[in-house]
């Protein structure tokens, strides 16, 4: 595995990305028309290397690489068209709203054992 393999493989898919990785196809529902959109990230890594032993009786030669890669895919919202206008609706963020539930978790909890503390101390 060599540098040249990875920058044909980012080449390729440089080229396979597509305006529909981010907006998929429109949907048609009534008099509405509905295209999904998406937050989409492509990620590479390689490495390779050769080396040799340090015995001088019995030198050995290696070599190893190695590599991977992956994508990621976020729905966004999408955008709705329809006679009178056009607009993006977005679409609920879990990760916001399960950071938000648990803070608020947290401070209903410390507020609990505030109010616990100050009707046991006297």
Known sequence: ????????????????????SAFGEPQQIG?????PVAQIGYGYGLGF????SDDE????????GGGGGGVS???????VVTPEEVYFRETADSTKIAVIAIL???????????????????
């Open 1 to 20: 595995m060599d540098l040249n393999q990875l920058f044909e493989t980012v080449e390729k898919t440089r080229q396979a990305a597509h305006w529909r």
């Open 49 to 52: 290397g050769s080396g040799t």
């Open 104 to 122: 608020v978790g947290g401070w209903i909890a410390y507020q609990f054992v505030k109010t616990l503390r100050e009707i046991f101390r006297t």
């Open 73 to 79: 895919a976020k729905p966004l919202g999408a955008i």
């Open 31 to 35: 008099d509405k028309t509905i295209i």
């Open 57 to 64: 009786e019995e030198p050995v030669t290696g070599e190893g």
